[in-house]
C-alpha cells in the first residue's frame, strides 16, 4: 500500500478530486486518481465495481447515454450518471467487442472476478496513455511513466533514446524504460490472471 500510494502521489496533478485504492484479492490490486467530469458524486469514484467487474478509467466516453440507454433496453439498472458504470455494463454483455462500441478518448483496465482476468484498451487516436510492464510474476499499468518506476529498478531503453533523438519522440510501443511499453492505439488486451 505505501508503494501504490507514492505511485499515486505522482499523478494527484492529474486526479486531484479523489485517491482511491482497491485490493481484490492477492493478485489484484487497483489505484485511481480521479479527475472529476462526469457525474461529480462520490458514487462515481473509481476503481468501480459493478457487479463482478470493476475498473479504472481515464478519459471520457461521448456516447455512454446512447450506450447507456441500450443496455437499460436490455434491463440492466444504474446506479450512477457516469460513463464508468457503462463501461462495466458493455463489458458484462459484449465482452472485448464492446471497444468497437465506444466513441471517445479512454484507457481502461476491467478487472472481472468470474473469468479471473484483465482486459484493457486504448481509444482510437492513443489520446489516452496505457502504460504497462510485465515481468516474471507482476503485470502493472499506469497512465504514468514515472508512476511505474517507484519501487522498480528499470534501466534506460538506449532504443528509445536514439530514436527520441532521431525523431523528437519515442515510438510505440517503446518508452525510455527498458520493460516498460505503451499500448499501442486502438489496441486492446487480455490478460488471463491463471
Not at 486526479?15 to 490490486?29: L, M
Not at 455494463?89 to 462500441?101: H, N, P, R, T, Y
Request: aromatic residues 14%; proline residues 3%.
Amino acid at each position: 500500500k505505501e508503494v501504490l500510494d507514492k505511485k499515486l502521489q505522482m499523478m494527484k496533478h492529474r486526479g486531484p478530486d479523489f485517491q482511491g485504492i482497491e485490493k481484490f484479492d492477492d493478485n489484484v490490486t487497483f489505484g485511481q486518481v480521479r479527475l472529476s467530469i462526469i457525474d461529480l458524486n462520490q458514487r462515481s469514484n473509481q476503481p468501480y465495481t459493478y457487479l463482478h467487474v470493476s475498473i479504472t478509467f481515464n478519459g471520457e466516453i461521448y456516447n455512454f447515454k446512447e450506450l447507456r440507454k441500450e443496455l437499460e433496453d436490455r434491463d440492466y439498472r444504474f446506479d450512477t450518471e457516469s460513463d464508468t458504470e457503462v463501461l462495466c455494463a458493455l463489458f458484462i454483455e459484449f465482452g472485448e467487442s464492446m471497444v468497437d462500441m465506444l466513441n471517445g478518448m479512454f484507457a481502461f483496465t476491467i478487472y472481472d472476478r468470474k473469468k479471473d482476468i484483465l482486459f484493457g484498451a486504448r481509444d482510437r487516436m492513443g489520446q489516452k496513455p496505457f502504460l504497462y510492464s510485465l515481468k516474471e510474476d507482476s503485470f502493472e499499468f499506469s497512465s504514468h511513466l514515472f508512476s511505474i518506476g517507484v519501487g522498480n529498478k528499470h534501466e534506460i531503453n538506449r532504443k528509445a533514446v536514439k530514436k527520441f533523438l532521431d525523431w523528437g519522440y519515442v515510438p510505440e510501443p517503446l518508452t525510455m524504460y527498458s520493460g516498460v511499453y505503451k499500448l499501442k492505439a486502438s489496441h486492446y488486451f487480455t490478460f488471463d490472471l491463471k
